[in-house]
């Protein structure tokens, strides 16, 4: 049996009946990108608006009797909810789902079937697979490539489709109908039981899907393919963005071409060429900047040998330099007979520092610097007490 999120997408709230609930556990990510595991009940309803995740699309989220749901997982025939507050069996409750979201699936997953049956036709390209993403959703295609005007093809071809307005049907087979062998599909899960639902868009597609969809492929509105990346196993992976979603990165690209504006100050046309002469420019300043920092360690090397307090241990920190500059000035004094230990790095933040000198002392203060060898460069973190 079809849950009534599969049997109406566009419904937004309904009423039904608690059929059980008991304690359970959620395993989650936290804030800090640590697993948390939450303490909570498994409820079970006669039916449902909220879908479960599966076939590549996340579960929604949404309430019952305004108690936040959490997960929603499909278990066999039925739709098992994670909340954090029990409920009553036998008790009607009211079920909303997150309207926001569920349409941004509905847009995201009849794209993806738009465009897998387009690239299939236009140039045999299987998808393998597809993930729904927070930002951005990837098709799998079986290629090891695919070329910038292929997929210029495939969105031209899938927005005319679009602006064609082709409706999107959702029919229930049963496992013995002949029909079944002329569906595309990658196969139904192992505890899959009833009968089998296909989603077809008109004239161009019919796929096995147990997903949320639109009625019609006027409600994609559009659709961007931002590009490709390489896939695994020799796979081409398609990144592409429908509906509200192509509206949002938009918006966010006008912001963000509005800031380069500011900060280059030139027009949205001008401003790669801008970047290039910042980029040209700050190669150069970094390449004048490494020549007079070599310079200077020669300086500070002769200004240390030549120094009345020459001899025993010198010690130098400066907060502009690196590991050659270091290096520099070891090789400049190179003397057996005086301990150095140089430091580089702002006072506040780590740095690096380099032990030269008699071998002996090296060997009995290396190993507290963490050192192992007569000389060497090493990060240096700041101490507490470090100014």
């Known amino acids: 049996m079809a849950f009534r999120c599969q049997r109406d997408s566009y419904a937004r709230e309904f009423a039904t009946t608690v059929v059980s609930c008991r304690p359970a556990e959620l395993q989650t990510e936290g804030s800090n990108g640590k697993k948390e595991v939450l303490s909570g009940f498994q409820v079970v309803l006669e039916d449902t608006l909220l879908f479960p995740e599966g076939g590549g699309q996340p579960d929604d989220h949404g309430t019952i009797d305004g108690v936040p ?57 299987k998808t393998t697979s597809w993930e729904l993403g927070r930002l951005r959703s990837v098709i799998e295609l079986d290629s090891p490539s695919v070329t910038t005007e292929q997929v210029a093809a495939i969105e031209q071809s899938v927005n005319e489709k679009i602006r064609d307005r082709l409706p999107v049907n959702v029919r229930e087979l049963s496992l013995d109908d002949p029909e079944v062998e002329q569906v595309r599909g990658r196969g139904l899960p192992d505890d899959h039981a009833g009968p089998i639902r296909v989603v077809t868009i008109k004239s161009v597609d019919s796929n096995m899907c147990c997903g949320t969809h639109v009625s019609n ?68 300043l ?49 003397s057996e007979e005086t301990l150095l230990f140089l430091t580089v790095g702002d006072e506040k933040g780590a740095g690096l520092f380099l032990l030269a000198g008699p071998a002996e002392a090296v060997e009995t203060l290396g190993p507290r610097l963490g050192l192992d060898c007569k000389c060497r460069v090493a990060a240096l973190p700041p101490p507490p007490d470090w100014p």
Not at 88 to 93: D, I, K, L
């Open 69 to 125: 749901v959490l997960r929603v997982t499909r278990r066999g025939a039925q739709a098992d909810h994670f909340t954090q507050t029990p409920l009553t069996p036998g008790r009607e409750v009211q079920v909303r789902v997150d309207w926001e979201r569920r349409f941004d699936h509905m847009q995201q997953h009849s794209g993806q079937h738009l465009i897998t049956a387009v690239a299939d036709h236009l140039f045999g390209l």
């Open 217 to 284: 492929l006027s409600d994609l509105q559009v659709i961007k393919i931002l590009g490709t990346e390489k896939g695994k196993k020799n796979k081409t992976n398609l990144i592409f963005l429908a509906g509200n979603r192509v509206l949002k990165w938009m918006e966010r690209s006008h912001g963000t071409e509005k800031a380069l504006t500011s900060l280059l100050k030139c027009g949205a046309e001008d401003h790669v060429e801008a970047v290039k002469k910042l980029q040209n420019s700050t190669k150069l």
């Open 286 to 334: 970094q390449k004048n900047n490494l020549n007079l920092l070599r310079d200077l360690a020669v300086h500070v090397a002769h200004s240390l040998r030549n120094s009345p307090d020459w001899g025993g241990v010198v010690a130098l920190h400066r907060k502009e330099g690196d590991s050659e500059f270091m290096n520099i000035i070891a090789n400049e004094i190179g």
